[in-house]
């Protein structure tokens, strides 16, 4: 006898009598289903979910259900796991439309902030359907009843070897331990540069000192900038003006002072003026700055950034000590990308989650080889260099991974610059090069002459005394 066939309705309600969570997600990643007992875990946050689209990040900047479907979202290696056909029961394959094909459940865990309260971890259990293998229409997500406790909190600096989901883990808790002291998407790392540079942002964030950020181009100083003027509560904070030092014209810039030295601060709120490049002030456009903002109120907090500090260039008598002082309140040092090297995972899989985050192709990470690249790079350019290559290599990755064929070509070129280096020329110094043809010829003359100074004179057409003179003069009367 034919068994009955079930239909979407009937395999919803025992999905829904499941005591699991479970939910289920289309090819491109789009929740379809969530079961009554996924909205009690999830809570109102569930009521917005169907129809959104999971991305594999961890940005702080995500709120409400974007950031719900991000925790849930399961690494992108999840979806590249080879599928392999099921064998269906006799009864069953003549109602069978097309072969489907599953495999054996991929374990992951994701997580789970309320609205109120810490993350909530929890084991998945993802299983991948597929009209065909290696071909994914979807995924069934089976939850756990159970929470998992919260990942130790002890800073580990990551190596190579670390997985992408470490580092992903570990991004995320950086981001929302400091979430309430400042923005952190380039302040992320375990350096002891970093660490003191934090410290010093958390310094500058309680004060309204101003403020110096000191570091190279690409260091993250405009960024840093931003976090001290919006830390805390960035709706309360007032406009920032950024001026360019060294792009605009010092009448311009002279002008725009004298203007903002007059002027209400624009908008409600505390605001901020960033001079950008300081250090590349004319000498005259110093002394109006200075008349503008010693001895008087100035209406707008004011954060400066240089490439270098600004007592060293005092000492150089290249900028007015007065001026230097009154900017230069709190100094922060960035250091250069090559000078934390121990931050670069980090930051490169932070940077694919920012990728992922707009949508579009899910990137789980890099490979322990493309680490290896990236750490052996110089990164001239600093942490924009990093931003830009890891744009690249997101865009051009075919797989779950970033891999070392997916890096930008000026990586490999300087691999295989230092792998290959070049021969080092070596000055000739003409007089040393002589002198060493004259002892040779010398030699030999004398050689050819058994000892006898006069014959191998004239075999040199040389006089006697001359050819003694030049032996004493190379070293070789002794021989």
Not at 22 to 43: K, M, P, Q, S
Not at 281 to 307: H, K, N, Y
């Amino acid at each position: 006898m034919t068994r009955p066939r079930i239909n979407a309705g009937e395999l919803a309600r025992l999905l829904n009598a499941a005591r699991q969570p479970v939910y289920v997600l289309d090819e491109d990643l789009t929740i379809v289903f969530l079961n009554r007992a996924c909205h009690e875990w999830l809570g109102a946050a569930a009521d917005d979910l169907l129809g959104r689209r999971c991305a594999y990040h961890s940005q702080p900047s995500i709120v409400g259900p974007d950031a719900v479907t991000a925790g849930l979202c399961p690494p992108p290696s999840v979806l590249c796991a080879t599928a392999v056909p099921a064998v269906p029961s006799s009864g069953n394959a003549s109602r069978l439309t097309k072969p489907w094909h599953t495999q054996d459940a991929v374990s992951a865990t994701i997580c789970f902030q309320p609205p109120e309260g810490p993350l909530i971890y929890r084991r998945v259990r993802f299983i991948p359907l597929g009209t065909a293998p290696g071909e994914s229409i979807g995924l069934i997500a089976v939850v756990d009843a159970e929470n998992l406790s919260e990942p130790p909190a002890e800073e580990v600096v990551p190596t190579a070897e670390a997985a992408p989901t470490e580092l992903h883990e570990q991004i995320r808790r950086f981001r929302r331990e400091a979430a309430g002291r400042y923005r952190v998407d380039r302040l992320l790392g375990h350096s002891p540069a970093m660490r003191r540079a934090r410290r010093q942002i958390e310094l500058a964030v309680g004060s309204r000192s101003s403020v110096l950020l000191v570091g190279p181009p690409g260091s993250g100083r405009q960024h840093a900038a931003a976090t001290i003027h919006y830390a805390g509560d960035a709706e309360a904070a007032g406009s920032l003006v950024p001026l360019a030092c060294s792009v605009l014209g010092a009448e311009l810039i002279s002008s725009t002072i004298a203007a903002l030295a007059t002027a209400q601060p624009l908008g409600a709120g505390r605001s901020t003026l960033v001079l950008s490049d300081v250090d590349q002030l004319a000498p005259d456009v110093q002394a109006e700055l200075a008349a503008a903002l010693i001895g008087r109120p100035f209406p707008f907090r004011l954060i400066a950034t240089a490439t270098q500090p600004l007592d060293e260039l005092v000492r150089r008598g290249r900028f007015r000590e007065d001026l230097a002082a009154a900017l230069s309140t709190i100094v922060i040092e960035l250091p250069p990308l090559a000078g934390r090297r121990g931050d670069i995972l980090l930051l490169a899989q932070a940077l694919v989650e920012e990728n992922n985050a707009q949508g579009g192709k899910q990137v789980g990470g890099l490979s322990a080889e493309a680490l290896d690249r990236l750490d052996a790079y110089a990164w001239p350019g600093n942490l924009d260099e990093l931003a830009r290559a890891m744009a690249e290599a997101h865009q051009r990755a075919g797989g779950p991974e970033i891999a070392v064929a997916d890096l930008p070509e000026r990586l490999h070129l300087a691999a295989s610059a230092a792998a290959h280096p070049r021969r080092k020329e070596e000055t000739i110094v003409l007089d040393e090069f002589l002198g060493r043809m004259e002892r040779e010829l010398i030699r030999r003359a004398l050689a050819r002459a058994k000892g006898n100074k006069a014959k191998a004179a004239r075999l040199l057409g040389l006089t006697r005394p001359r050819l003694y003179r030049r032996m004493v003069q190379l070293g070789l009367a002794g021989e």
